[in-house]
């Protein structure tokens, strides 16, 4: 059921010299409503206040034909109208690219950018390009979730590669009435498949990414009290060592770069839940680049994630298509024998694990493989 956000939806802002805007949500109920509701919430209200001097980005709530849009101008008249509906401030552009064109050009002079829920995504295009993306792009103009179970979907026309150079299909400029494709992303995964790695028909009706470029503005993750998460760099959790070879591997690997404290995998056994392992009644989890997992360690219980677990202990961002082992679909639901490699004591073909794709939000899959491979984890600090 949608629900309407009662209060203003507040961000703290701190600035030094020419330091960076740090952005940390302060209005629990508000922020909530916005997060978790995909269908409802009335806008940002008394929040459009507090993203005066910074640049929004949002998806579309609306979605397009990538051949009808009317060329560059006509998808930045989207973006400026959905940007009017929702009385957010500044100028927009869609994140597109043409032969002549790139999306990142459009963009230069600008820096900092924040959804319009307050959470801040990148700060400058080079970053951008070269893989760095804090919060996914999955909020609309009006601040609500965009998710898989929309009608619409989270498919994103860009034509970009990650990079940000011509992907070398864009519908012909968009504006075919011919049979042809155009690169895209999704709304809702980090790194480079937001941008690339799907190829959309000209006249499937998408969404568009929509940038400010008004202001250059610096901006960073800030999460406040948490406690650590990284995913653990290297294939190295061999499946026949059980949960006490797994949480060797976390706490040697955030040893080893520096992070106190103690860790164990995010990882079910056979009867046993993943989060069953840690206390869930205090701080949060961030990610070491500061960026929030779920708003708080119940929320992450129960899978209300905000980003994904993606991020090393040392900062790196691997490549997508990667997979960690996580031994059930949910980190509040038991694993099996079936999930777990037999309770983590089988390393065979003949044994399976459950996994999760790094690079989603979702952190959690459904998906499944054999215990043959030594596998990376998602690593928890107690």
């Given at each position: ?5 009662a ?6 802002w ?8 740090g ?9 909530d409503a ?67 064109t ?6 230069a ?10 959470r801040?995504v ?9 893989g ?12 609500r ?13 860009t ?15 968009y ?6 494709s ?6 809702d995964?980090?790194?480079r ?23 250059a ?10 406690r ?9 959790f ?5 949960l006490?070879?797994?949480d ?14 103690t ?7 056979t009867?046993s ?6 206390q ?6 961030a ?6 997992l779920?708003?708080?360690a119940?929320?992450?219980?129960v ?29 509040s ?17 003949t044994?399976a ?13 459904t ?16």
């Amino acid at each position: 059921m949608s629900r309407v956000i009662a209060g203003a939806l507040l961000v703290a802002w701190s600035m030094a010299g020419c330091g960076r805007v740090g952005f940390a949500e302060l209005d629990r109920d508000a922020r909530d409503a916005r997060a978790d509701d995909a269908e409802g919430a009335d806008g940002p209200g008394p929040a459009l206040d507090a993203l005066t001097g910074v640049n929004v980005l949002f998806t579309t709530s609306s979605v397009h034909a990538p051949r009808d849009l009317g060329g560059l101008a006509g998808a930045d008249e989207i973006c400026t109208a959905r940007a009017g509906e929702a009385g957010l401030p500044g100028t927009y552009v869609a994140w597109l690219s043409t032969a002549g064109t790139s999306a990142p050009s459009r963009l230069a002079g600008a820096r900092g950018w924040v959804r319009p829920d307050g959470r801040p995504v990148f700060d400058t295009v080079a970053e951008l390009t070269t893989g760095i993306l804090w919060y996914p792009l999955d909020r609309d103009e009006q601040g609500r979730a965009v998710r898989t179970t929309s009608s619409a979907g989270v498919l994103v026309a860009t034509g970009t590669n990650m990079d940000g150079s011509y992907s070398g299909e864009d519908c012909a400029g968009y504006t075919s009435t011919g049979v042809g494709s155009v690169e895209g992303g999704r709304a809702d995964v980090g790194t480079r498949n937001w941008t690339q790695g799907f190829g959309i028909g000209c006249d499937q009706p998408i969404r568009l990414y929509c940038l400010g470029i008004d202001h250059a503005t610096p901006v960073s993750p800030s999460s406040g009290t948490a406690r650590s998460a990284f995913l653990l760099s290297t294939a190295s959790f061999s499946h026949n060592t059980g949960l006490a070879g797994a949480d060797a591997a976390c706490q040697g690997e955030a040893t080893s770069s520096g992070l106190s404290g103690t860790y164990r995998a995010l990882l079910a056994s056979t009867g046993s839940s993943p989060i069953s392992r840690f206390q869930t009644s205090g701080a949060p989890w961030a990610r070491v680049d500061g960026v929030l997992l779920a708003w708080s360690a119940e929320a992450f219980a129960v899978g209300q994630f905000l980003a994904p677990l993606e991020v090393t202990a040392g900062g790196m961002r691997p490549l997508p298509g990667m997979f960690a082992t996580t031994g059930t679909a949910a980190p509040s639901t038991a694993g099996d024998d079936t999930t777990t490699c037999q309770a983590w004591t089988q390393a065979s073909s003949t044994t399976a694990r459950a996994i999760a794709n790094t690079n989603s939000v979702e952190v959690f899959s459904t998906q499944t493989t054999n215990c043959v491979n030594p596998s990376q984890l998602y690593c928890l600090e107690q």
